[in-house]
């Protein structure tokens, strides 16, 4: 079935620094993987993409990694801020009919930023 | 408005009750979808609407649940008979057609409570 899940539920780093967010996935038939932010008290947030026939894409400070063979997905943020602080949501991107998509999400990441 | 907006933000209701839940989307977008999000877990997929018509309702829970957006603008995700298990934050979103990766633009949501 469709599944999407994370290693681990809380991150904390230190600001400066980079984080990576680790997702694991059991479906492969997805067109796209999707990385969303959620910060308190508001809806989830858009923050990058990534084609199921790439690898590697990179977005402003954000890099998106795809390792198809052991069904992994990554994002790396470089530089961390305190404003990156939020729950972070890997998601799975499936067609619908009429240029719709459905996205399937996994649990979240706590991302911590330590001043 | 600038974003996806929903009403109530937050709604109480005794068990057994019907409640409706509305959402403005982004004007120019005919794509609408309506997720349910769970305390601690990514959201769910309920339903998709592209412009008026209800593509897909594969998420909806049973038949106590239906939406409709008859204009093909401001949808109403309707909840009969409500029990306690229905409690959950209620999200909309919306996008621009053309089968893109699902870039969802995500309301605040509206908060369900059911006593």
């Known amino acids: 079935g469709e599944s999407v899940g994370l290693h681990l539920p809380t991150l904390s780093v230190q600001e400066g620094d980079n984080s990576i967010i680790n997702c694991a996935y059991s479906?492969?038939?997805?067109?796209?993987f999707i990385w969303y932010k959620q910060e308190s008290g508001k809806g989830p947030q858009f923050i990058i993409d990534i084609r199921s026939n790439m690898d590697k894409r990179q977005g402003q400070r954000v890099t998106v990694l795809l390792n198809k063979t052991v069904k992994h997905l990554s994002l790396q943020i470089a530089a961390t801020q305190p404003g990156d602080s939020a729950v972070y949501f890997c998601?799975?991107?499936?067609?619908?009919?009429?240029?719709?998509?459905?996205?399937?999400f996994g649990a979240g990441t706590i991302l911590r930023v330590k001043s | 408005g600038a974003g996806v907006s929903q009403s109530p933000r937050y709604k109480v209701t005794k068990r057994g009750q019907d409640v409706a839940l509305r959402c403005d989307p982004i004007s120019g977008h005919v794509s609408l979808y309506w997720y349910r999000q769970a305390l601690g877990q990514g959201p769910e997929f309920l339903t998709y609407f592209n412009y008026e018509a209800q593509q897909d309702k594969s998420g909806l829970p049973n038949d106590r649940f239906s939406a409709e957006r008859p204009e093909g603008s401001i949808s109403t995700l309707t909840i009969q008979r409500t029990e306690q298990r229905d409690s959950a934050m209620y999200r909309c979103?919306?996008?621009?057609?053309?089968?893109?990766?699902?870039?969802?633009?995500f309301g605040e949501g509206s908060r369900l409570t059911v006593l």
């Open positions: 998601a799975e991107s499936y067609s619908l009919r009429e240029y719709g998509n459905k996205l399937v």
């Open positions: 979103a919306s996008s621009l057609p053309g089968g893109l990766s699902g870039e969802l633009f």
């Open positions: 479906n492969s038939a997805s067109d796209y």
